[in-house]
């Protein structure tokens, strides 16, 4: 069973940095169309940055020149490394990734929290 599992959330603070990975763990071929998406509560989840297999890039205007999402084939892992921080930055971060197993599908992680603090 392929699951997309996200790592490097946690605490920052505004200025510095955090690095997040989400990585295609199972049965896994390849993966393309890789995303990552945040969410605070009472609000709509919303594209941060995305990543098509020719490694063309999309930011949202709110992170771009801070951001940046990059992808390592042969580990089927997708970072963001996200740069001068900000408090707004602070939500629930997801990764969603088409996966070739037995097909391709597309899936979303768990989640990782971060926290920016002032």
């Known amino acids: 069973q392929v699951q997309l599992v996200e790592s490097g959330g946690g605490l920052g603070q505004a200025g510095g940095s955090l690095r997040l990975s989400c990585s295609a763990v199972?049965?896994?071929?390849?993966?393309?169309?890789n995303g990552w998406f945040r969410q605070d509560p009472g609000k709509q989840r919303e594209l941060v940055a995305n990543?098509?297999?020719?490694?063309?890039?999309n930011y949202a205007d709110s992170v771009k020149g801070r951001f940046t999402i990059f992808k390592d084939n042969d580990k089927n892992t997708v970072y963001l490394q996200m740069n001068s921080l900000k408090p707004e930055d602070t939500a629930l971060y997801y990764c969603?990734?088409?996966?070739?197993?037995?097909?391709?599908?597309?899936?979303w992680g768990q989640g990782t929290q971060v926290t920016v603090s002032s």
């Open positions: 969603n990734a088409d996966v070739l197993s037995t097909r391709w599908l597309n899936y």
């Open positions: 990543i098509s297999c020719g490694n063309s890039a």
């Open positions: 199972g049965r896994t071929l390849s993966i393309d169309n």
